[in-house]
């Protein structure tokens, strides 16, 4: 069993900048295995924000590209989410989110973000 624990959401004006943080604990048996962040806006479903592979490879929503930048450290289990030039459409509960290569998937409770003038 894995448990994922996130930090750093909070509430921002438009423009500012979060650092949200996961880190993961628990039976690893293995050091390659996917880390990211979704994200559920009000009315909307959860939707991937980023996600970030043990060799560093990255995917990240359009949306936030050029905004949010992922990394990871693997010997911490810990991966980050910095968020720059927050925008309303941001808020959102960011779901820290772990799959191993054999499928198995774990999520974190979330965390509020709320980008309002």
């Known amino acids: 069993q894995v448990q994922l624990h996130e930090s750093g959401g909070g509430f921002v004006q438009p423009g500012g900048s979060l650092r949200l943080s996961c880190v993961a604990s628990?039976?690893?048996?293995?050091?390659?295995?996917?880390m990211g962040w979704y994200r559920q806006s009000p009315g909307k479903q959860r939707e991937l924000v980023a996600d970030?592979?043990?060799?560093?490879?990255?995917i990240i929503d359009d949306a936030v590209k050029g905004r949010f930048t992922i990394s990871r450290d693997n010997a911490k289990n810990t991966v980050y989410l910095q968020m720059d030039g927050l925008k309303p459409d941001d808020t959102g509960v960011y779901y820290c989110w772990l799959r191993f290569y054999d499928a198995r998937e774990f999520w974190g409770q979330g965390t509020q973000v709320t980008v309002r003038g």
């Open positions: 628990g039976e690893f048996n293995t050091e390659y295995y996917i």
């Open positions: 970030i592979r043990t060799g560093g490879s990255v």
